[in-house]
């Protein structure tokens, strides 16, 4: 397990190429801008993307993907922004501009784009829920650990309508988990997951390559009728960003 504990900020520092800001990917017309570095992208009636942007060693802005899931006005959030300022104003419009209390925050894994802002949602008190190794790996880094963690698989309840968080291996991280939204058929893949403009597997200094392709077969398996998958950064798709990634991963 040594070498998944490298240095927190640099994990994240990787090429941009084919990643776009979010009014070219889903039109103007559905993005909500909440500041200068966080956006919200509503994708189903339920659920929305939100984008938060990472200052890069070279000065870039790299776009970082997570979900907001609401059940009459109970509210679930899929990784934080990266930060604990972005990740305030993002508790903070779905209280005001949705009017939803948020019940807990889902980590996918334990980098900055997933859980950067865990201290401020600590802060707020709500819940934070994880898989084990994620909550090991922060522990072992100093990083604010997760609450609530699972080995394997998470349902969460909101009313009559459910969360899937599941862990189907390593990939991306050690650690990764995938979360299925059954209502809307949506998988959010986080960074295991990617955008059908990347050519490459992206950042792989904590990853797993070996396991990689298998897990993301496990993926297919299990998920392959989504509707729509979410990666962790990049535009949103269908099943075949699934497909893609197995291919990319391949190589």
């Known amino acids: 397990m040594s070498k998944i504990y490298s240095v927190y900020l640099p994990a994240l520092i990787l090429s941009i190429a084919g990643f ?3 009014n070219a990917q889903y039109g103007t017309n559905k993005v909500s801008k909440i500041s200068d570095d966080l956006e919200v992208v509503m994708i189903s009636d339920n659920v929305y ?3 938060s942007y990472l200052a890069t060693l070279n000065g870039r802005r790299y776009p970082c993907n997570g979900l907001v899931y609401i059940n009459d006005k109970e509210a679930y959030i899929i990784d934080t922004p990266v930060n ?9 419009w779905i209280k005001n501009e949705l009017g939803a209390e948020i019940a807990g925050v889902i980590v996918n894994h334990w980098h900055i784009d997933c859980m950067g802002g865990l201290k401020q949602v600590h802060q707020s008190g709500i819940r934070s829920y994880a898989n084990e190794l994620t909550c090991e790996i922060a522990g072992a880094k100093n990083l604010p650990v997760p609450e609530f963690c699972f080995k394997d698989s998470l349902i969460i309840k909101t009313g009559q309508k459910e969360i899937l968080c599941k862990y189907l ?3 991306h991280t050690v650690d990764n988990i995938v979360v299925w939204i059954p209502e809307d058929e ?3 893949g986080g960074c295991m997951v990617r955008a059908l403009s990347a050519n490459t597997a992206g950042n792989i200094s904590d990853a797993d390559l070996d396991s990689w392709p298998e897990t993301m077969k496990k993926v297919i398996k299990r998920f392959g009728h989504a509707r729509i998958v979410v ?12 497909t893609h990634t197995l291919d990319l991963v391949r190589q």
Do not use: R, V
């Open 20 to 22: 776009y800001h979010a």
């Open 84 to 92: 604990d300022q972005l990740t305030l104003d993002l508790i903070n």
């Open 49 to 51: 993307i939100h984008i």
């Open 231 to 242: 990666p962790g950064h990049g535009e949103s798709g269908g099943p075949e960003l699934l």
């Open 186 to 188: 949506i998988l959010f």
């Open 169 to 171: 291996g390593p990939a």
